[in-house]
Structure formats: C-alpha cells, structure tokens
C-alpha cells in the first residue's frame, strides 16, 4: 500500500497497486538510482570517490 498525504486539501488518499505493479515502479526507481549512482563515482584502488 502506498499513502499519499495531501497537505493543503487536508484529506489523505489512499492509492492501491497491485504487487506485481509496485514490483515494477520500485525497480524501475531503483535501476535509474543506481545508474546515476555509478556514473557519479569513480574507483581508486580500494576507494570509491565522488566525481
């Protein structure tokens, strides 16, 4: 379940995914988040640095 709080209507709502389609979008943020993480470091011997 993913909650969605709405701060200026002053409701909550509520929306529902199906496990196979959060599956999906939480992979998908986690692939293009660890793209982006190894094109901003480069390693040096047993470190790893920020570009």
């Known amino acids: ?3 969605e709080r709405l701060l200026g209507a002053g409701k ?3 929306f529902w ?3 196979d389609d ?4 939480t992979t998908e943020l986690f ?3 660890f793209q982006k993480f190894l ?3 480069r390693v040096e011997g ?3 640095r920020l570009r």
């Open 39 to 41: 094109g901003d470091i």
């Open 46 to 48: 047993r470190i790893i």
């Open 31 to 33: 692939e293009k988040n």
């Open 17 to 19: 995914f199906e496990p």
């Open 1 to 3: 379940m993913v909650r």
């Open 22 to 25: 959060a599956q999906a979008l």
């Open 12 to 14: 909550d709502q509520v």
